[in-house]
């Protein structure tokens, strides 16, 4: 019995979709309300989760993130649900029991389900059986088991159906396809697969030697559910490829024997009589020829999908860490980008990161100019009061670093010896060949606009990593394999969080960094720079205003989060919104003193109760994060600058020995472990297992990119270019395996550097180069090493 098209309640719709929401991040239906309508007025995440705490109930930018990715994906759902209800409909087949089927399935997957016998599709060799009537054949072999199928096959002989074999076979057809388009069974068999399927990879034959770096799964299987997401990348490239072949299938004889079980018992096969034996036979047809593929590619998209997902969330946890790392802040920087050939690339910046000065310097082979290059960096030094030398960490860098250091010990008495540093150039070259660049340094050679991105980065990553695409920082781990688009909105919504959370300042920001503040965008910040040009640097935050096309939806979004330092308004450079300046006069009125003698002096907010200041407008959490910046106003959520000291006299691999004792930065974090420069040659892994005297399950939660860390040496294996280590206090000496049961451990990390055109493939490649220094070495806090992951460190427990 069909049955009319259900009507759908928005509202309804809306407030299902809230309560979903709000029991995945652990908030309240009406928060998630109060928030999708911010969200759907135009606000952004950095806006809402600042200024608008009291609306949202204090969302955090986290649950706001996710809120919206649930969002879109619930409303594409309901979409997609009424539009599965009305095809239905329309071609007179919704039963209530459909219907309500239909209402109910929670994800897009079992919606599909539903619909696929009503999916409009080519002709089948199931239609052809039915047009030559042979559906009342399976019927009837169906409800008569005791009867031989031959048989009742004789009474469906036809001219288009000739013999009885043809008549069974055309039955077989339609019960295949009706149990391929089941609904209940495809989700019964998806689940029973979901926790016993197994991956499986076999090396084609004659592809040895070609895909020697996938070596590990030429014979690897591993449980579907809980293969890391490093693995089935790894093995899904491979499959790509065409070096292994990929199966993803039942557990053993005794796995298919369970999966063609289900599909039995769909049927109702309970003996062994004639009927039983042909349906047991034609349920196992159809595991082999339908339902065995069509599981397979939805588990290989599950676990592709799983596996981008974790990459793209280890990666923008890494970009994270790379862009809120330490500044050096606004001295004068030399910066190099080191070559052999073509000589070192310098450009000198002032505070502010203008460019005063490049040069090329040849003290490598073949000019061999060491004489003249010592003599420029020298002069540049004393010229522009140059306090560090950012030194870049590619092709002869260690070679470059080991002459700087003489040429600083070689200066004279009474000149101020600058540190040299060493930094990430991930992403530099993508800079300086682009369109933003050539902008910026129209007259300038593209090879010189590297280093003067070297310099500043060191002065400020933030500010400088802005201008390069997030995918080419070289954080990632198989980011060329995963979903582009996710991952570039994952990345986008890290830097947009970063920059905002950090602060811009409105005179000295460049157009791409404003155009990452809240409510900005690319055109309006190009308007403002261009304002800021023609008008001098702004005065106050309302001078905004005068920007063309910046109208109060764009100032309401973006204000809060721009600086302006010694303004005509005091309070233009904390992070208190213009909305609520009268509240912060309230309470600096209430202290008795000048406003500015108040800001940044926790003492005189001394005996200042938040709840007295709370009105219909500003509650508690916006009064409490006032007197935050009343007492350090503008603070910078980033840490101090610092570097790690790298051990004299360990330069090179081969200095290394189990046993030592060295400082390190985190370069680059993975699922199975952390990367980290102690001056080498080459990056060493922590594995997961050594991160801590405690299981680990993910390494985001002791260590993050940039972090300073002591480690010790366990393992140097020479041959493979390879470093083992540990944090351990016990030096490692406990099983890995202990450390963490049940949590396999393999990794084969990215080759390649992608701002240079790499490959991006998983196996060990050349690292950044170090050099000798007359005193220890430093490397930068903040360096994400573009060539982290390349370095192919693979440890089982």
């Known amino acids: 019995m069909t049955t009319t098209l259900p009507q759908i309640d928005p509202a309804r719709t809306e407030a299902r979709i809230a309560r979903s929401i709000a029991e995945e991040i652990g908030a309240r239906p009406e928060q998630v309300v109060a928030a999708a309508g911010l969200l759907d007025g135009g606000a952004t995440v950095p806006f809402v989760a600042r200024y608008r705490k009291e609306v949202t109930g204090g969302l955090d930018d986290t649950q706001l993130r996710r809120l919206a990715e649930r969002l879109a994906y619930l409303r594409e759902l309901e979409a997609r649900r009424a539009a599965i209800l009305k095809s239905v409909a329309e071609q007179g087949k919704l039963t209530d029991e459909l219907a309500r089927a239909i ?282 009061g140059v306090e560090l030398i950012a030194i870049g960490n590619g092709t002869a860098s260690r070679e470059t670093e080991r002459f700087v250091a003489q040429v600083l010990r070689d200066l004279p008495e009474g000149v101020a010896r600058p540190r040299a540093v060493v930094v990430s150039e991930a992403g530099a070259s993508v800079y300086s060949a682009s369109e933003l660049a050539a902008q910026e340094f129209p007259d300038l050679d593209v090879s010189l606009r590297g280093a003067v991105s070297i310099a500043r980065r060191l002065q400020d990553p933030l500010a400088e990593l802005v201008k390069i695409e997030p995918r080419s920082i070289g954080v990632g781990q198989y980011q060329h394999d995963v979903d582009q688009r996710r991952l570039a909105q994952a990345l986008d919504a890290v830097v947009e969080d970063a920059v905002n959370a950090v602060g811009v300042d409105l005179n000295t920001a460049s157009a791409p960094l404003l155009a990452r503040v809240s409510g900005v965008g690319p055109s309006l910040a190009r308007a403002i720079v261009a304002h800021r040009d023609a008008h001098g640097a702004f005065r106050s935050r309302a001078q905004l205003m005068d920007v063309p096309g910046l109208g109060p939806r ?179 000496a406990q099983d890995a395996n202990q450390q963490n049961r049940g949590q396999p451990q393999k990794g084969q990390p990215q080759k390649g550097r992608p701002d240079r055109g790499g490959p991006d493939r998983g196996g060990p490649a050349k690292a950044a180069p170090r050099g000798s220094r007359p005193q220890a070495s430093d490397t930068l806090s903040n360096g994400a090493l573009a060539d982290a992951l390349r370095a192919a460190m693979r440890k089982d427990g």
Not at 117 to 139: C, V, Y
Not at 593 to 622: C, Q, S, Y
């Open 103 to 384: 209402a109910a399935a929670p994800s897009k997957a079992e919606l599909e389900d539903l619909y696929l016998p009503f999916r409009p599709k080519r002709r089948t060799r199931a239609m052809i059986a039915r047009e030559n009537g042979l559906e009342p054949l399976l019927r009837a072999i169906l409800d008569d088991r005791a009867a031989r199928p031959e048989d009742l096959a004789q009474a469906y002989l036809t001219e288009a159906v000739p013999t009885v074999r043809e008549a069974l076979s055309g039955a077989r057809d339609i019960l295949a396809e009706e149990l391929a388009e089941n609904a209940a069974l495809l989700g019964a068999m998806r689940d029973f697969m979901r926790h016993n399927a197994v991956v499986r990879a076999r090396v084609i034959a004659g592809k040895e030697e070609a895909g020697a770096k996938f070596s590990d799964y030429f014979d690897h299987a591993e449980k579907w559910a809980t293969i890391p997401s490093h693995r089935a990348l790894a093995i899904l490239r491979a499959a790509k490829e065409e070096i292994v072949s990929l199966e993803i299938a039942p557990d053993g004889d005794e796995g298919l024997a369970r999966a063609i079980g289900l599909i039995a018992a769909q049927i109702g096969i309970a003996g062994e009589a004639p009927g039983d034996l042909w349906l047991r036979e034609a349920a196992g047809w159809t595991w082999r020829v339908k339902l065995s593929l069509s599981m397979y590619m939805d588990l290989l998209s599950e676990m592709r999908a799983r596996a981008h997902e974790e990459a793209i969330e280890v990666f923008a946890r890494n970009l994270r860490g790379v862009l809120l790392a330490a500044p050096a802040g606004p001295r004068p920087v030399l910066g190099l980008d080191p070559g052999i050939r073509t000589g070192v690339k310098a450009a000198v910046v002032d505070a502010t990161g203008k460019l005063l000065e490049t040069a090329t310097l040849y003290p490598f082979q073949p000019r061999n100019d060491t004489r003249g290059a010592a003599a420029e960096i020298a002069r540049m030094v004393r010229a522009h």
């Open 554 to 732: 764009a100032f309401e979004q973006c204000a809060g989060f721009l600086r302006i330092r010694e303004g005509d308004e005091p309070l233009d450079a904390s992070a208190v919104h213009p909305e609520a300046y009268e509240v912060a006069r309230r309470i600096v009125a209430a202290c008795g003193r000048d406003i500015r003698e108040i800001m940044g002096n926790p003492a005189a907010l001394k005996g200042i109760r938040a709840e007295d200041f709370v009105t219909d407008r500003f509650g508690l959490p916006t009064i409490r994060d006032i007197l935050a910046e009343l007492e350090k106003p503008g603070r910078d959520p980033r840490p101090s600058f610092r570097t790690a000291t790298f051990a004299d006299g360990v330069e090179e691999i081969r200095d290394l020995r189990p046993g030592m004792v060295l400082e390190g930065t985190v370069t680059n974090v993975a699922a199975f472990g952390a990367f980290v420069d102690i001056g080498v040659h080459q990056d060493g892994l922590v594995h997961v297992s050594q991160l801590a005297d405690r299981f680990v399950r993910d390494p985001h939660e002791v260590v993050k990119p940039g972090d300073i860390v002591r480690v010790r040496v366990l393992e140097v294996d020479l041959k493979r270019n390879r470093i083992s280590l540990t944090m351990r206090k016990d030096g490692g």
